[in-house]
């Protein structure tokens, strides 16, 4: 199994692009999530998924969004990207409440 | 809403040595989960120990084990026995009952062990 994989591991955007961050985990996990970190914290919830069709918003929702149309994919969408998006950005999946989550490498994002 | 506090932002530790690293949460549920996170400089995280609020006894996996004190709402982590690859960054994280499993972090701890 590779677990969970993100794409691209860097990426660097201008103040207005827009992009997709992919996501994929190949152990049949119902739920998965979509987290940033931002220097010298802790990861805060963008958005998660508990089945393919069903999202909702996390913590820090603002300026991004999901789909969830199979149960191995979950990208993230930046529209109009932005300085204050510059962050490394973790995709996570789980298969029981409690089991905890397997996280992928993470997506280093610079907007400039 | 669920809060987690982290009050050591940096520790040290010397190899062979033993060390804890400390975790309080805020939350008003009964049934809920606690998690140690390890993020080495690579940025992996990774599932370190879990424990369930029903449980009295203190999990342990191998090196790393918990004192879990619910009343003091209280989640410490000790690590026995340090190694060089124990240097990480720690995060402590709270998932209450809720159907969706959401983590909450607190802002971590680093973690640096001394040849």
């Known amino acids: 199994n590779a677990g969970v994989t993100q794409t691209p591991k860097f990426r660097i955007l201008k103040i207005g692009q827009s992009m997709t961050l992919q996501c994929t985990q190949d152990m049949n996990h119902n739920y998965m999530y979509w987290y940033r970190q931002d220097p010298g914290m802790g990861l805060k919830l963008i958005y998660y998924s508990v089945g393919a069709g069903i999202t909702d918003k996390g913590e820090v929702p603002n300026g991004y969004n999901v789909s969830r149309s199979t149960t191995e994919d979950f990208p993230l969408r930046l529209e109009l990207a932005a300085p204050s998006q510059t962050s490394v950005y973790f995709c996570?999946?789980?298969?029981?409440w409690g089991a905890g989550q397997y996280f992928g490498p993470g997506t280093r994002l610079t907007v400039l | 809403a669920q809060t987690v506090t982290q009050s050591q932002p940096e520790m040290s530790v010397q190899e062979a040595e033993t060390v804890t690293l400390s975790c309080t949460y805020d939350?008003?549920?009964?049934?809920?989960?606690l998690f140690w996170y390890k993020q080495p400089p690579s940025r992996q995280m990774i599932l370190v120990i879990r424990q369930e609020a029903y449980k009295q006894q203190n999990a342990t996996e191998n090196r790393f084990s918990v004192n879990f004190q619910k009343a003091a709402k209280s989640f410490s982590l000790k690590i026995s026995d340090s190694q060089l690859g124990d240097t990480a960054m720690y995060f402590c994280a709270f998932s209450s009952r809720g159907g969706s499993e959401k983590l909450v972090f607190g802002k971590g701890t680093k973690l640096t062990v001394n040849p």
């Open positions: 996570a999946s789980s298969y029981l």
């Open positions: 939350t008003s549920e009964s049934n809920y989960y």
